[in-house]
């Protein structure tokens, strides 16, 4: 869990995060001094509440509050706010906030605060199923990797064919937002309104390209018009943005290969797509080079796609578990997934699949009455012989002696 801690006042932005700190280990918490540096963190972090206080310079709380809600409607919110701006404070408990806290307030309230939200967030954790967790990292992915192709990076070893098979017949959709003051915030507002209406009408995804542009592709569900998704986008965007910007929609598209020079394109006012709508016409070139990711961010893919891989092992045990199937769930080349995997857990790939499978089975022979049969299905062995083999190997027993051990001891 994130929590988030934006207060023009350093005295209490720190103190709310000592006090978090030091009763809550296991609690991230960022700092921010203003809204406009509150977004920032937004977009790049994973935030789950934020402690906000109503009245700031610039950019107000209450201004914050009311632009991202509707676009991070999970998000738990507690405003700060002194007695004579009670009434902010009343506004915000009206556009969602769940608490508030009259300054001065003491560390017990924070803490009974955090407890709560603590509960609350573990309790959310256990009801996500392991595959939603799992789909939801893909995702993070998979946009990751599509992002990096676009700009024109190196993908390494990150194979784009299980994403291609996706949209094989696609549309590709960019939004250009004119600058401003609040362009960090209107970009995560449109990612994020342009991501759940894609999800509404198809599949697909749109991700971030550079400050003020976004692309994205979609394959649209059966019965929805190129026209009546174009006309939904621009109104979604033009109730949630309330600035300038020029929205792009491509003809229908078949060469999935394609797309970076499409997307160039299309991000150049190019012709060939459908009529762009919004209310600035201005387009400009991709720019034509990107500073490359840093060795650290690198290494943190690395681990981060491991740990993707790990939990679809966890969660598939009576599935087709080959090198070359997981390796393709992660978008990597099976060779190189196979040296990553090694280098990352210290073990090779089949015998760490084998040793999960065998302590799995082992927890299903102590405490549960499934027959041998149904066990070594449940852990990937459909041949009863075959399960039986490779247990033996594993605890130089057969599984019908470990559970009567186990029962006797």
Known sequence: ????VVDDERAIREGIKRTIGSAFPRIGVTTAASADEAT???????????????????????????????????MKWLVVSAHSEFAFAQEAMRLGARDYFLKPFGKDQIVKAVTALEAEWDEEQRQMSGQALLQMNLNYLREAVFRRWIQGLDLGCFD???????????????????????????????????????AMNGRGFIVSV????????????????????????????????????????????TDFYAIPQEIGKLHAGGTGGLAAV????????????YAAASASSAAD???DVIDIALQYIKGSFRNNLSLELVASVVFLNPVYFSKLFKQKTGWGYKEYVTQLRMERAAELLAATELTVTRIGEEVGYPDVRHFTQVFRKYYDMTPSRYRADRAIN
């Open 1 to 4: 869990m994130h929590i988030l």
């Open 40 to 74: 920032r963190v937004l977009v790049n972090e994973p935030i789950h509440a934020v402690f906000l206080d109503i009245m700031m310079p610039g950019m107000s709380g209450l201004e914050l509050l009311a632009q991202v809600r509707t676009t991070h409607s999970n």
């Open 301 to 303: 893919a690395k681990n």
């Open 278 to 289: 919004g209310a600035s016409d201005a387009a400009v070139p991709i720019a034509a080079g």
């Open 210 to 253: 550079e400050g003020d542009f976004l692309a994205g592709v979609v394959t649209l569900a059966e019965g929805v018009t190129p026209e009546s998704f174009q006309a939904g986008a621009a109104g979604q965007l033009d109730s949630c943005l309330k600035v300038p910007y020029r929205f792009h929609m491509s003809g229908l598209l």
């Open 160 to 198: 784009l064919t299980a994403i291609r098979e996706e949209h094989e017949r696609f549309h590709l959709l960019t939004v250009r937002l004119e600058s401003s003051r609040e362009l960090t915030l209107r970009n995560f507002i449109a990612e994020n309104v342009m991501s759940e209406y894609i």
